[in-house]
Nanobody, 115 residues
Framework: QVQLVESGGGLVQDGGSLRLSCAAS????????LGWYRQAPGKQRELVAT???????NYAASVAGRFTISSDNAKNTVYLQMNRLKPEDTAVYYC?????????WGQGSQITVSS
């Protein structure tokens, strides 16, 4: 079965940086898109950033200019470099992939930004 293994979550101070990684494996289909959504307590899950196999990136307006998504297609791994983090970025971040007609989710990583 498809597995999405996340790493890189943790605690950081306001203005700091973190990098998330997500490695996808096990699909009989190519991974058409990889990225992250996030969900804060009491809030709906929202898109953070995604990237296609062709390198086309999509960012939420709230993170554009601060976060950068990149991928290693040979390893089916996606990275999210998060700079100038703010307390409002605090959430559980879920790795996401689209493979053929299916969507998959990682286990979630807690990102906490202290003020």
């Amino acid at each position: 079965q498809v597995q999405l293994v996340e790493s890189g979550g943790g605690l950081v101070q306001d203005g700091g940086s973190l990098r998330l990684s997500c490695a996808a494996s096990g699909s009989k289909f190519s991974f058409g898109a990889l990225g992250w959504y996030r969900q804060a307590p009491g809030k709906q899950r929202e898109l953070v950033a995604t990237i296609t196999g062709g390198g086309i990136a999509n960012y939420a307006a709230s993170v554009a200019g601060r976060f950068t998504i990149s991928s290693d297609n040979a390893k089916n791994t996606v990275y999210l470099q998060m700079n100038r983090l703010k307390p409002e970025d605090t959430a559980v971040y879920y790795c996401y992939c689209r493979a053929g007609p299916f969507d998959y989710w990682g286990q979630g990583s807690q990102i906490t930004v202290s003020s």
